[in-house]
């Protein structure tokens, strides 16, 4: 995902969010490098709500994932369009980029 704001239509409830690794840069980015450990997927969620501008554009989403033995898993709601933190890419998981998205489709 180059333009998070533009693709925002595609967040979801449902939808597999896909989050790369904080600091990397992911421009000239491929499909297979989303699984090289250490250059692709860090992070997976599922988004389970969606928050709306009055103009219909995604401003927070929140989604449930897995985590780590130190944490158990949960529902997080700080993906913003508009991070509160500088060092946060928009929409992201905190500083994890982006990256990718799965959305459900029902037959």
């Known amino acids: 995902v180059t333009d998070e704001k533009a693709k925002s239509d595609l967040i979801k409830p449902g939808a597999a969010m896909f989050y790369g690794y904080q600091g990397k840069d992911y421009t000239n980015f491929t499909a297979e490098d989303l699984f090289v450990r250490g250059t692709g997927i860090n ?6 709500d969606v928050k709306k501008d009055e103009n219909g554009q995604v401003t927070n989403y929140s989604i449930f994932h897995g985590r780590n033995p130190k944490h158990t898993a949960g ?8 991070p509160t933190r500088s060092s946060y ?11 990718a998205i799965a959305p459900i489709i029902w037959d």
């Open 75 to 82: 529902i997080t709601s700080y993906h913003n369009l508009d």
């Open 43 to 48: 992070h997976v969620g599922v988004v389970v």
């Open 89 to 99: 890419p928009p929409l992201g998981n905190g500083g994890d980029k982006w990256v």
